[in-house]
């Protein structure tokens, strides 16, 4: 069975921009979780979806928002990128029981 | 909002020691998780724990979940240079729509 697939891998972006980063969760899971990973903050609660539907957010702007499709497969997206928004976007997903989470996408913000 | 205290920072180890970490919380959990992750992955779960009290074992991996429900621990017994890497502490309150809470890791290296 295929772990969860991020990608990409690497995105360097400038400030202002935005950016999409997709997620595609390991087969026959339905909810899909979205963290960002920062050396200061550690591993932060970004939201979850469960077909289709968003059933929670954590803590952060407006400018992060997420969809899920059909196939459960997730993006998230991140607008008027700030230098702060550097970090290491992390997915997971899970049908029952535990999260398996994918290797993230690494963004740079220059 | 909620807050995971997990301690030592980093451990400088000797191969073949034992190693503990522990979390402590300001509020309850229903479920505490410890997951290790490696350079350029994502963190992999190693024990799950689901009831106050609670110990688990997987391999040399040993932890606990608190009778108070602030605070698990993890052992690792007679180390091995590939237990290198960030250990982090994670609690969730509710069920499925809950984020996960984490720590903030132990980076646990090994000294040759």
């Known amino acids: 069975k295929a772990g969860v697939t991020q990608t990409p891998r690497y995105l360097i972006k400038t400030r202002g921009q935005q950016v999409t980063l997709s997620c595609s969760p390991i087969s026959g899971h339905r909810s899909v979780s979205w963290y960002q990973q920062t050396p200061g903050q550690g591993l932060q609660f970004l939201f979850e979806y469960f077909s289709e539907t968003q059933r929670n957010k954590g803590n952060f702007p407006g400018r992060f928002s997420g969809r899920q499709f059909s196939n459960s497969r997730s993006e998230m997206n991140v607008s008027t990128l700030e230098l702060g928004d550097s970090a290491l976007y992390l997915c997971?997903?899970?049908?029952?029981?535990?999260?398996?989470f994918g290797a993230g996408t690494r963004l740079s913000v220059l | 909002g909620q807050q995971l205290n997990q301690s030592p920072q980093s451990m400088f180890i000797q191969e073949g020691e034992d190693v503990s970490m522990n979390c402590t919380s300001s509020?309850?959990?229903?479920?505490w998780l410890w997951y290790k992750q490696d350079p350029g992955e994502g963190p992999v779960l190693l024990i799950a724990?689901?009831?106050?009290?609670e110990l688990t074992s997987n391999g040399r991996l040993t932890a606990q979940f608190g009778i108070t429900r602030k605070d698990s621990f993890l052992n690792i017994s007679a180390s091995i240079p590939s237990d290198v890497g960030i250990y982090f502490c994670a609690g969730q309150l509710g069920g499925g729509a809950d984020g996960l809470t984490f720590g903030k890791g132990t980076h646990l290296i090994i000294q040759p």
């Open positions: 997971a997903s899970r049908q029952t029981g535990h999260m398996y």
């Open positions: 509020s309850i959990f229903n479920t």
């Open positions: 724990l689901y009831k106050a009290g």
